[in-house]
C-alpha cells in the first residue's frame, strides 16, 4: 500500500509542477506576444492627441483626403493606454511641420523603431498628393503580428478655418483595422 500511495503522490505532484510549467508558459506568451501588438502611439510623442472615435467603414477607405473624422478641438484629451482595433485616434501637430520628411523619413523610421511592419508607403515625393492649401498628404499602411492599419493625414476643415495658426493644418491619423 505504502509504495502504490508514494506513486500516485509522486505522480500527482509532477502533473503539479508540468500543470503550472504550462501555464507559465502560457502566461508568458501571452504577455510577450501582448506587448508586441497595437503598438503606435509612441511614433506621435511631439504630436498632440486630440480625440478618437469608431471608424465607419464603407466610406471613402481607410485614409483619404475625404475621409469624414468627427469635429475635435485642438485640446489635448488623455491618451488611451494601448490603440484597439476599429478606432480612429486623431492627432495634429504644432507648426512648423514638414508634411513630406515627415512621410518619407520620419515616420516610417518611427514605425520601424516601434516593431511596426510597413507594407505600404510613399517612396518619393511623387507618391505624395499635395492640396491646394495645406501640407502633402500621406497614407502609410502598416502592420503588427495579428493586425493590419493606417497612418495617414488628411486636411481639417476646422484648422483651415485659420481659428488657430499655431496649428498645422492637418489631422493625422493611426486607425488599426483589424
Request: with cysteine; net charge positive.
Amino acid at each position: 500500500m505504502l509504495s502504490s500511495g508514494s506513486k500516485v503522490g509522486f505522480y500527482g505532484r509532477r502533473a503539479v509542477v508540468v500543470s503550472v510549467t504550462v501555464l507559465l508558459a502560457i502566461i508568458w506568451v501571452s504577455c510577450s506576444t501582448g506587448s508586441q501588438e497595437m503598438k503606435g502611439f509612441s511614433i506621435f510623442t511631439d504630436f498632440t492627441f486630440v480625440g478618437s472615435a469608431p471608424y465607419q467603414p464603407g466610406g471613402v477607405g481607410t485614409g483619404g483626403a475625404n475621409e469624414q473624422l468627427p469635429k475635435h478641438g485642438t485640446a489635448q484629451v488623455p491618451l488611451p493606454d494601448r490603440p484597439q482595433p476599429g478606432v480612429q485616434y486623431i492627432f495634429h501637430h504644432r507648426r512648423p511641420v514638414d508634411d513630406e520628411k515627415l512621410a518619407l523619413v520620419d515616420l516610417p523610421a518611427r514605425l520601424k523603431s516601434a516593431g511596426i511592419t510597413i507594407v505600404k508607403a510613399p517612396k518619393s515625393s511623387k507618391d505624395l498628393m499635395y492640396p491646394y492649401i495645406g501640407g502633402p498628404l500621406f497614407k502609410i499602411q502598416i502592420q503588427d503580428v495579428r493586425h493590419e492599419g493606417t497612418v495617414y493625414n488628411q486636411i481639417d476643415p476646422e484648422l483651415m478655418q485659420g481659428s488657430n495658426p499655431d496649428w498645422a493644418k492637418e489631422d493625422y491619423i493611426l486607425l488599426w483595422l483589424k
